[in-house]
């Protein structure tokens, strides 16, 4: 009997543990932090071994296989070990993808990725087609699959996930992008990352599609550089392509096998630039999975974003407040400020992952009225727009960086809270940055209508 090592029990361990129990493997799992109670328990009721707080190096590298978390990098001992040894290292994803008899929409990108993977599943399923939603978005595929398949499954893919891809082949795989993020888990090699994210491709057929972004450099750079087997449909929000999607006189239009549809922009939910390139990936990719016209407007004008992304948190004596905490990236928080024409408090900081400020510095004049920086070290973002921005100022306290953006923005504008950083050094996650923004949001609304 296959013998399988999972290493990490978060939500991809766990569903890919239930799943390969399903199938007959041996199975044994490692956590080196510690496994919640209702995880071990179903791993208790399925007889699954496993152990917490250290990892059983010998134990793991006698198995056949290890389905790592995306969270744990290839450097990390015991995974060199094991890939030294010749043992297969592959994530969730990847084994997923051998028990399921679904049409495959794969999306990856540095931004955007979220967006367009929900919008795809709304537009599939509210046009009535059997999908399924999973990757780093939702839940895990793996424990999908023990109880249903579908005929089409929309997939975010992190490139994380994608390093541990092999034979995962996408029928439909989707690059919004490629800026420098994450750079510390690739030997801050941009070069690196974008070699990561191009594996998503790397198992593709004549017979798949591929779309990308034509003027996105990073994913030109790629394309450069690997063959790519599968149709290759291009996005555009600044001219017309032959085959792909593009902008052109108020509508998005859609051009696949000498077929046209148009769809006007005014009907999209949500808004703002990049949300008009989410759209257009999201629409090519459901005419390719047979919605119509008709379905996707339905589906384009019913569309709610997940949140943290420029999401409106409430209006407050005449200013508005954006939640954009999911703007962990100089490119985000580009998409972000370009959103708005009126002046805006900007509310930034936290974790940098190596960032130039570069791109902003043209974008935030006559535009940001203050810069609140909000994190622990903040001397590199005063020095980006320290001669730039006419006021900065800095906290750690989310209620007083919201405090502060209402005094600083006299009544008018927005006050943004797009950090273009990681979230780790006061915050646990970005979503929890987002909601304590939200929440301190809510009661300074209260505090003066008292």
Same mark, same amino acid.
């Given at each position: 009997?296959?013998?399988?090592?999972?290493?990490?029990?978060?939500?991809?361990?766990?569903?890919?543990?239930?799943?390969?129990?399903?199938?007959?493997?041996?199975?044994?799992?490692?956590?080196? @932090?510690?496994?919640?109670?209702?995880?071990?328990?179903?791993?208790?009721?399925?007889?699954?071994?496993?152990? =917490?707080?250290?990892?059983?190096?010998?134990? &793991?590298?006698?198995?056949?296989?290890?389905?790592?978390?995306?969270?744990?990098?290839? !450097?990390?001992?015991?995974?060199?070990?094991?890939?030294?040894?010749? %043992?297969?290292?592959?994530? =969730?994803?990847?084994?997923?993808?051998?028990?399921?008899?679904?049409?495959? &929409?794969?999306?990856? @990108?540095?931004?955007?990725?979220?967006?367009?993977?929900?919008?795809?599943?709304?537009? #599939? /399923?509210?046009?009535?087609?059997?999908?399924?939603?999973?990757?780093?978005?939702?839940?895990?595929?793996?424990?999908?699959? &023990? *109880?249903?398949?579908?005929?089409?499954?929309?997939?975010? $893919?992190?490139?994380? !996930? +994608?390093?541990?891809?092999?034979?995962?082949?996408?029928?439909?795989? +989707?690059?919004?992008?490629?800026?420098?993020? *994450? #750079?510390?888990?690739?030997?801050?090699?941009?070069?690196?990352? &974008?070699?990561?994210?191009?594996?998503?491709?790397?198992?593709?057929?004549?017979?798949?599609?591929? +779309?990308?972004?034509?003027?996105? =450099?990073?994913?030109?750079?790629?394309?450069?550089?690997?063959?790519?087997?599968?149709?290759?449909?291009?996005?555009?929000?600044? *001219?017309?392509?032959?085959?792909?999607?593009?902008? !052109?006189?108020?509508?998005?239009?859609?051009?696949?096998?000498?077929?046209?549809?148009?769809?006007?922009?005014?009907?999209?939910?949500?808004?703002?630039?990049?949300?008009?390139?989410?759209?257009?990936?999201?629409?090519?990719?459901?005419?390719?999975?047979?919605?119509?016209?008709?379905? +996707?407007?339905? @589906?384009?004008?019913?569309?709610?974003?997940?949140? *943290?992304?420029?999401?409106?948190?409430?209006?407050?004596?005449?200013?508005?407040?954006?939640?954009?905490? /999911? @703007?962990?990236?100089?490119?985000?928080?580009?998409?972000? #400020?370009?959103?708005?024409?009126?002046?805006?408090?900007?509310?930034?900081?936290?974790?940098?992952?190596?960032?130039?400020?570069?791109?902003?510095?043209?974008?935030?004049?006559?535009?940001?009225?203050?810069? %609140? $920086?909000?994190?622990?070290?903040?001397?590199?973002?005063?020095?980006?727009?320290?001669?730039?921005?006419?006021?900065?100022?800095?906290? !750690?306290? %989310?209620?007083?960086?919201?405090?502060?953006?209402?005094?600083?923005?006299?009544?008018?504008?927005?006050? #943004?809270?797009?950090?273009? $950083?990681?979230?780790?050094?006061?915050? /646990?996650?970005?979503?929890?940055?987002?909601?304590?923004?939200?929440?301190?949001?809510?009661?300074? /609304? %209260?505090?003066?209508?008292?």
């Amino acid at each position: 009997m296959k013998t399988i090592a999972i290493i990490g029990a978060g939500e991809s361990g766990l569903g890919a543990a239930m799943l390969a129990k399903r199938k007959g493997y041996g199975l044994f799992v490692s956590e080196m @932090g510690t496994i919640s109670a209702d995880r071990k328990s179903l791993l208790e009721e399925n007889a699954i071994p496993y152990e =917490e707080g250290g990892h059983s190096e010998e134990k &793991i590298l006698d198995a056949d296989m290890i389905i790592k978390s995306p969270g744990i990098p290839t !450097q990390a001992s015991v995974i060199s070990k094991a890939l030294d040894k010749g %043992i297969a290292v592959v994530d =969730e994803l990847e084994f997923a993808h051998h028990f399921s008899n679904g049409k495959t &929409i794969a999306i990856t @990108g540095t931004n955007g990725k979220t967006t367009t993977t929900l919008l795809i599943y709304h537009l #599939l /399923k509210s046009a009535g087609i059997d999908v399924g939603l999973a990757g780093n978005v939702g839940k895990s595929w793996a424990g999908q699959l &023990i *109880h249903e398949d579908h005929a089409w499954w929309v997939i975010e $893919c992190s490139s994380f !996930q +994608i390093d541990g891809m092999q034979a995962f082949r996408p029928d439909v795989a +989707i690059l919004t992008n490629i800026t420098p993020d *994450h #750079l510390d888990r690739y030997e801050y090699q941009f070069d690196n990352y &974008i070699a990561s994210k191009f594996r998503l491709f790397q198992a593709q057929k004549q017979k798949d599609f591929s +779309i990308f972004y034509d003027q996105d =450099e990073g994913s030109k750079k790629g394309i450069g550089r690997q063959k790519i087997r599968s149709k290759k449909l291009w996005i555009s929000l600044e *001219h017309e392509v032959e085959n792909g999607a593009f902008v !052109q006189d108020g509508e998005f239009v859609i051009r696949l096998q000498d077929e046209e549809v148009r769809i006007p922009i005014s009907s999209l939910s949500i808004k703002g630039k990049h949300n008009r390139l989410n759209a257009l990936f999201a629409i090519t990719a459901a005419r390719i999975a047979g919605a119509s016209r008709e379905q +996707i407007l339905d @589906g384009i004008q019913s569309f709610e974003n997940a949140p *943290h992304r420029m999401e409106f948190v409430g209006m407050v004596d005449g200013v508005r407040f954006t939640n954009d905490s /999911k @703007g962990t990236n100089v490119e985000a928080t580009t998409y972000a #400020l370009e959103s708005y024409d009126e002046p805006i408090v900007w509310i930034a900081g936290g974790v940098d992952k190596g960032n130039d400020y570069t791109a902003l510095k043209e974008l935030v004049k006559n535009r940001v009225l203050a810069l %609140i $920086c909000l994190g622990k070290e903040n001397q590199k973002l005063k020095q980006a727009f320290e001669n730039i921005i006419p006021e900065i100022s800095e906290t !750690q306290d %989310i209620r007083e960086a919201v405090r502060k953006g209402l005094e600083l923005s006299a009544g008018k504008g927005v006050v #943004l809270l797009s950090p273009a $950083c990681a979230s780790f050094d006061l915050f /646990k996650n970005y979503e929890d940055r987002g909601n304590q923004f939200r929440e301190a949001v809510k009661k300074l /609304k %209260i505090e003066l209508n008292a």
